[in-house]
């Protein structure tokens, strides 16, 4: 039990099963999943399938941000992506020919590749700040994507593109199976591999490694890389989705709904030590409070505000020091029920109680000091 | 045992009284009813090997952990420190080893911090400036006040975090390792501070590895092992050797066994596992060359900023030369990188444990595997059971402790991480090893087992450059010793034709009059 708890995934789980809990007691249908034409539908399918950009993206960032780095440029690389691959099928006189969206998907991933390598090359080469270098493309991104569709929203249509969001196979939504492919790919690369604890050993201490012979340039690069190609397949699932190019809409605050879902997840913005589970996680719980706005019918105007408040709350279940002030008061207010025996007695478990979490506060002070 | 020694000279009611401190962590008990005593106008040493207790009974001091049990008394009043700034109120001042301060504000700023004097438009600076002076000058420091605090040495750096101190009006100030970065001459700009702190009344806990200095500016000195009080002593009646053995528990003659094992012949005639030639790099060192042989250590002896570790980083490619070239083996080679010089079987391992050697935040067992995974390349992951195997055998060999692979190296205590450093260098079947101060703020124990394996594995036929400030240290592993003075190599000198005072002496020779 206690291991449970002490476990780092245990409070982000939490979050989420009460998130899924509250929306389960106001609509008792969230959870229900019934299957029409060989499809699922319910509010989780739903939730599964709308994920996937997002999950691509936390994915990418979740790399990123074990190397000390962030990248703001995901939502533009997005939008370039997408404006990519529809320009391809748009000029296309066949456009339902899968090996044309093929191209156009292969030309547009390759096209985020590229964006991905700039970025890359700017902080590992160049030695930019990942927040300065990765926000010139967040600016000028979304300008290439117009340019790119020659300041239209591109439409067209086109069965096989359209399936890439839209489409199901045995039930269940094929953008799912992209968040599982993706996330299989990354658990296998970072953890069956050196990589995941290299890169985290270049997060914690970049100059350590280096002189330890670990090629940090290349792990760091290869983050960026790695987040610039899944903003790339985001991007194609999202124009899918409406099958359009909205330069300007397309990923639109993408990155920050990545970098929260990253750091509920349990993952540092100092760089480190990553959870690819906790960002998962993150992900659903995000993707979920998304959902949770609309079944609730919160208006469009108090949306921003709603989410914010429910962000703050989460964040607020997981944070130590509110597990702290919560147990010690659970404490005093045992002690002030169980004081039958005379105050003698409570003064000293409120004593104790003090005691102990002084001393977690040391040590994570000590903790705090250290970085 | 503790009242048979109680020092009776000042008959001073003690500012700070601890006693009975027991502190336990999951799994050790750090610090086992421990009784500490600390007088105004004293300087008292706290002693001990590492993990001995010493921070964690300045951490109780400070306010940074509770105490399971036991009574701290500060000026006859009896005190609770739910935290750090509790202790501060008290009085107790704390300077870290690592100074911190925030680096990037002025002087002025960090002497003033958080007793910025204000007016109307906020904080006034003219004031403020004029206080920082003035208690900048009562430790004999003339700086400027405005100047950024990182354009300053460490030592600067670290009076003025004592002024900071002073400024928070305290009546004793710990001093953590103050010395560990500094030279000479600053060490004793810092002793006349401390004296003249002392002479004011000031109770000042002294920490250091440094014997010498220990001996030279402390009136007492507190002993403790593995978390117990071994006694309380006047440092003019414990001789050197008696402090030691009371340290480390057990006779230290090892030490001195291991020098005779330096004694012996090396093959020069052989091709040198390393030849530089005229290694230099502008405005950093003067080209230098550098051979070391099958099985030798080659000592590197200098004062701080002599050019030491300038010489070893740049054969190691870890800065880049602008003249000269190396030979591994009698084979040109380009060391342009870490990585072209471990790919040659050079092993580094840097002075700055914290922020070029060990990666705190990973454990044990992954800080020691990171040289060989880091050669064979991500792609081929070391496999657990090969793992385990590599990471026993050197926390074996090397006494690592706590011995667990598992354990956070963040955790461990200086000289644990400094084997694990060792063990990762080790680990990766170095030819050439160079060892920038591997020895420095460690203990005694740990110290001597360092040696021992270097000396052990140069017998075996390993090649080693060794840094350190211990000229000892030097003399006695090393077979030549390379002097270096003002980022220049002054000269070599075979270890058995010089002893400690010659060295000195060719060390400080030619220091524009001043030589000590």
């Not at chain 1, 899944?230 to 993408?254: C, E, T, V």
């Not at chain 2, 005190?79 to 509790?86: E, I, S, Y």
């Not at chain 2, 800065?319 to 190396?326: E, M």
């Not at chain 2, 060792?422 to 990766?428: K, S």
Request: charged share 20%.
């Amino acid at each position: 039990m206690k291991s449970l708890v002490t476990h780092r995934l245990f409070w982000p789980v939490v979050a989420l099963i009460a998130l899924i809990a509250i929306n389960t007691a106001t609509r008792p249908s969230f959870l229900s999943v019934t299957m029409r034409d060989g499809q699922l539908y319910g509010s989780i399918i739903d939730i599964l399938r709308n994920s996937a950009p997002l999950m691509l993206v936390a994915l990418g960032m979740t790399l990123v941000i074990a190397t000390r780095g962030i990248d703001l440029s995901v939502g533009a690389t997005m939008a370039v992506s997408g404006a990519v691959a529809l320009t391809i099928i748009d000029a296309s006189p066949t456009p339902h020919e899968p090996s044309v969206v093929a191209l156009a998907i292969v030309v547009a991933v390759l096209v985020s590749l590229v964006l991905g390598t700039w970025n890359g090359f700017l902080v590992s080469v160049l030695g930019i700040q990942p927040i300065i270098a990765t926000l010139v493309l967040m600016l000028a991104g979304r300008g290439i994507a117009l340019l790119i569709t020659d300041g239209f929203i591109t439409t067209v249509n086109s069965d096989p593109y359209k399936f890439m969001a839209q489409g199901y196979i045995l039930g269940f939504p094929f953008a799912f199976y992209v968040s599982i492919v993706a996330i299989a790919v990354v658990v296998l690369v970072e953890r069956r591999t050196a990589l995941g604890v290299l890169t985290e050993a270049v997060g914690i201490n970049p100059k350590a490694s280096h002189l330890a012979g670990v090629r940090s340039r290349g792990i760091v690069w290869g983050a960026y890389i790695a987040s610039g190609a899944m903003a790339g397949i985001a991007g194609i699932l999202y124009s899918s989705n409406i099958m359009a190019a909205d330069a300007n809409a397309a990923g639109l605050y993408i990155e920050l709904y990545a970098i929260l879902a990253v750091v509920l997840g349990g993952t540092s913005l100092m760089g480190g030590k990553f959870s690819i589970a906790g960002t998962v996680i993150g992900v659903f719980t995000i993707q979920t409070l998304i959902s949770t706005i609309t079944f609730l019918g919160v208006p469009p105007a108090a949306s921003p505000v709603f989410m914010a408040t429910a962000v703050i709350i989460v964040v607020l279940i997981q944070s130590r020091r509110v597990h702290r002030a919560v147990r010690s008061l659970i404490r005093s207010l045992r002690s002030l029920g169980g004081s039958a025996e005379g105050d003698d007695a409570s003064a000293r478990t409120a004593q104790a109680g003090s005691g102990s979490s002084g001393d977690e506060s040391a040590r994570d002070e000590t903790k705090v000091t250290s970085r | 045992m503790v009242t048979e020694q109680q020092p009776a000279e000042t008959e001073d009611r003690p500012i700070v009284e601890m006693h009975g401190i027991t502190i336990r962590f999951p799994g050790v008990l750090a610090l086992d009813d421990v009784d500490f005593v600390l007088r105004p106008g004293e300087v008292h040493s706290l002693m001990g090997e590492n993990g001995a207790g010493k921070s964690t009974l300045i951490k109780a001091l400070t306010g940074v952990y509770a105490i399971d049990s036991g009574s701290i008394t500060v000026a006859g009043e009896s005190r609770v420190f739910a935290g750090t700034a509790d202790a501060q109120a008290a009085g107790i001042s704390t300077v870290y080893q690592e100074v911190n301060l925030c680096a990037n504000l002025s002087v002025g700023e960090n002497v003033m911090l958080g007793h910025e004097p204000r007016n109307r438009r906020g904080i006034d600076w003219k004031v403020m400036h004029r206080e920082a002076t003035r208690h900048l000058e009562h430790l004999g420091l003339r700086i400027d006040p405005r100047s950024i605090l990182s354009s300053h040495s460490i030592a600067i750096q670290q009076m003025v975090a004592i002024s900071r101190a002073m400024v928070l009006d305290a009546r004793v100030l710990i001093l953590d390792e103050p010395t560990s970065s500094l030279d000479r001459g600053e060490v004793e700009q810092l002793f006349a501070v401390i004296r003249d702190l002392r002479d004011r009344g000031v109770a000042v806990l002294f920490v250091s590895h440094f014997l010498d200095q220990v001996y030279e500016i402390s009136d007492r000195v507190t002993v403790l092992r593995n978390g117990k009080l071994i006694g309380e002593y006047l440092v003019k009646d414990l001789p050197r050797g008696e402090l030691i053995t009371k340290m480390i528990g057990r006779e230290l003659d090892e030490l001195d066994a291991i020098s005779t094992k330096a004694d012996r012949a090396i093959d020069r005639t052989a091709t040198p596992v390393l030849r530089a030639k005229g290694i230099g790099r502008r405005g950093v060192l003067e080209p230098a060359n550098v051979d070391v042989y099958d099985g030798e250590v080659v000592g590197i002896a200098g004062l701080l900023g002599s050019g030491r570790t300038e010489l070893v980083r740049l054969i190691f490619g870890a800065d880049r030369p602008d003249s000269g070239h190396v030979e591994v083996n009698g084979q040109p080679a380009k060391l342009t990188s870490p990585r072209h010089a471990i790919g040659k079987r050079i092993a580094f391992s840097s002075e700055n444990r914290h922020e070029e050697g060990v990666v705190a935040d990973l454990t044990v067992a992954e800080n020691i595997v990171l040289g060989i995974q880091a050669r064979r390349g991500w792609r081929r992951r070391i496999r657990r059971s090969e793992q385990q195997l590599v990471v026993d055998n050197y926390i074996k060999a090397l006494d690592v402790r706590p011995a667990d692979p598992d354990q956070l190296v963040g955790n461990l205590s200086g000289g644990n991480q400094q084997k694990v450093l060792l063990a990762r260098w080790l680990a990766t079947a170095p030819r050439l090893i160079v060892l920038d101060e591997p020895t420095r703020g460690i203990d005694v124990g740990a110290k001597a087992d360092i040696q021992r394996k270097v000396a052990e594995l140069s017998e075996q036929g390993l090649s080693a450059i060794f840094i350190s400030s211990e000229l000892e240290e030097v003399l006695r592993l090393a077979q030549r010793v390379i002097v270096m003075r003002d980022r220049r190599k002054i000269g070599e000198l075979d270890s058995r034709e010089v002893d400690l005072d010659g060295l000195i002496d060719y060390i400080a020779v030619g220091r524009e009059g001043s030589a000590a």
